[in-house]
């Protein structure tokens, strides 16, 4: 009996593994040229959603790359602003504040003109309308990612930066050397939560509609947007079933491994664990083809960024007249500035055109109504919050655990809970003849709950080993434990959770307070569903005056409660401060 060498049953695995690397690359050039290609598609005046099941391998790669460009977006916004923000006192002053008003805006506030604006700039094609589902998604992602990295920037251990300045690190080896491991972890899990919350609003956004007006794309939301409204059943639940295979996927594929990478990073004062290997890359590993390309973009990064060669003498000396003045950047920075406070400018006398045209009668139901949503946000924020502390203290803790439960989490975090509301509005329709008047505050909460359990255990997991066993020296246990150990810890993150969940929570009132469902129209009493209301009736005075409200209302306690909260938890609860 003979038996295949171990080389070649290896060489045969690589073989293998290379073939399926470049049917990827592939395959993936493919979905660009079918992404391209619906970009350049005329615009139509009705869109036709095509509810077979044939129809949906396409339309899950037109949400899942809205998400990822979106998310590209949003990861080199947030670090370019939050680093912008830290190193510029002055900056900061008005930039922290301006995305505190920014996230509480409610989606559908912007969402009619953004979408009016950039049709009427690409009136020939569907870029506008993939643009503006772009920047819908962005707006659900960018925040949370920001404010994650600031926190980030702000807590790292004041002896980093001293080793930087000692070794004369230029800025970008300070980022690409310090900042960005340090902030590593922490940027990976809340990119998993904010792509969560982008994918949050795809319904809202690729099935948008003003009117008469058709303003929808192709996606897996639209489809079962239109899904709902024929009431049929098969479709729904083979959207539900692409949109798992979706999360899962990219879960396994993106998130799990970037994971497992940002682990290394732990500000541990001694040694850990070894870092753990997903099996996607220990298998990529393999691949002859993916070293080759990656020794090929190492030259292309080392020529771009570290040239081989050190500028002549002569060029040295010359070079200082050749340099643009002293002065040149804080004209460019000026000019932006002043660029920024003209639109904003020109937006605020748009606003108080529209205000003037709201009715005493608008405004008490517009204060009414804030106060119910206000009640509706503050208990689905405490109740998530009860459960997903102690969860997320469990999960980055326990790594094993955590590996386990990852794919289970992710895929209850990012699925877009509005498309199975009308579901969980039918259960509620059995108890009670005003589903959503209490039914809202559970709906809330998918929506939410996941920025507190993320952030929590990216805190978690976190913690420097020696800090675990100083707590198992002194047999810290039962409350004492949590009260001087485990709360403390994580208290940075779960502020951090905590303030985009309270933003967040604002803008899903929005979907929860106000559900169509084949044909029929549930609605509470609140800000989010009167928001709704004047967009589908185009009362754009009504819908601005509400907006303002509303992000006064997340402003203002931003200002008076999370940042001294966060001020306190900073001061007292990091490591290495």
């Known amino acids: 009996m003979t038996t295949t060498p171990p080389a070649a049953v290896n060489r045969r695995a690589t073989l293998l593994i290379d073939i399926a690397v470049v049917a990827g690359l592939v395959s993936l050039a ?7 290609g619906e970009w350049r598609e005329p615009l139509r005046p009705d869109v ?48 922290l504040p301006a995305l505190d008003v920014l996230q509480s805006i409610p989606v559908l506030s912007f ?12 009136p020939h094609s569907n870029t506008g309308l993939e643009l503006a589902c772009v920047l819908m998604i962005f707006t659900g992602q960018v925040w949370n990612m920001t404010f994650s990295y600031f ?7 004041p002896d980093f930066r001293a080793l930087a300045r000692l070794y004369d690190f230029s800025w970008w080896r300070r980022f ?10 922490g940027l990976v899990y809340n990119s998993m939560v904010s792509m969560a919350g982008g994918w949050f609003f795809l319904s809202v956004t690729e099935a948008f509609q003003l009117g008469e007006q058709d303003f929808r794309v192709p996606g897996i939301g639209s489809y079962m ?15 539900v079933l692409a949109m798992g295979i979706v999360i899962v996927s990219v879960d396994r594929l993106v998130w799990w491994p970037l994971v497992l990478w940002s682990k290394r990073f732990n500000l541990d004062d001694f040694a850990g664990g070894a870092a753990s290997e997903s099996t996607v890359g220990l298998w990529l590993a393999r691949s002859n083809a993916l070293q080759h390309f990656r020794a090929a973009w190492d030259r292309l990064w080392a020529w771009m960024i570290r040239p081989n060669h050190a500028p002549h003498a002569s060029a040295m000396i010359t070079a200082p007249a050749q340099r643009v003045g002293p002065g040149f950047g804080a004209w460019v920075y000026r000019f932006i500035l002043v660029l920024i406070a003209g639109t904003v400018g020109l937006g605020l006398v748009e606003i108080v055109s529209l205000l003037a045209q709201v009715a005493a009668a608008d405004w008490l139901r517009i204060v009414s109504d804030a106060g119910i949503s206000f009640g509706r946000v503050l208990l689905a924020v405490i109740l998530g919050t009860l459960w997903t502390v102690p969860a997320g203290i469990w999960i980055g803790l326990n790594p094993r655990l955590s ?31 005003a589903p959503l008047e209490w039914g809202s505050i559970p709906l809330i909460m998918l929506g939410t709950q996941w920025y507190i359990l993320f952030n929590v255990a990216s805190a978690a997991s976190a913690i420097p080993n020696d800090i675990r066993s100083c707590a198992e020296i002194l047999r810290l246990d039962g409350w004492r434990r949590w009260r001087r150990y485990l709360l403390p810890a994580v208290a940075p993150g779960l502020v951090t959770g905590w303030i985009t969940a309270v933003g967040g929570a604002w803008n899903t009132t929005i979907v929860a307070e106000y559900i169509q469902d084949g044909g029929k129209l549930y609605q509470a009493t609140g800000l989010g569903a009167l928001i709704s209301e004047a967009t589908a009736a185009k009362n754009f005075p009504v819908l601005t005056a509400a907006s303002i409200v509303m992000a006064m209302i997340v402003v203002g306690i931003n200002r008076t409660v999370w940042k001294k909260l966060q001020s306190l938890v900073n001061e007292r609860c990091r490591f290495g401060a």
Do not use: C, N
Not at 415 to 430: G, Q, R
């Open 403 to 433: 590996s386990r439960l990852q794919p289970f989490i992710q895929f209850a975090a990012s699925f877009p809970a509005p498309m199975i509301y009308p579901w969980i509005l039918a259960l509620f329709l059995h108890f009670t003849s």
């Open 111 to 122: 969402l009619p003109g953004l979408v009016m604006a950039l049709v009427g700039l690409f």
């Open 176 to 185: 690409w050397k310090v900042e960005l491991p340090v902030g590593a972890q």
């Open 30 to 36: 493919f979905g660009l040229a079918q992404v391209a």
């Open 151 to 157: 926190d980030s920037l702000r807590g790292m251990p």
């Open 48 to 95: 036709e959603i095509d509810l077979s099941p044939w129809s949906l391998p396409k339309y899950a790669l037109f949400s899942l790359a809205r998400g990822w460009i979106a998310y590209v977006f949003s990861l080199v916004f947030a670090i370019a602003v939050a680093s912008w923000a830290f190193y510029d006192l002055r900056a900061r002053r008005f930039v």
């Open 225 to 239: 947007s239109v899904a709902h409204a024929h009431d049929d059943i098969p479709a729904q639940l083979l959207g």
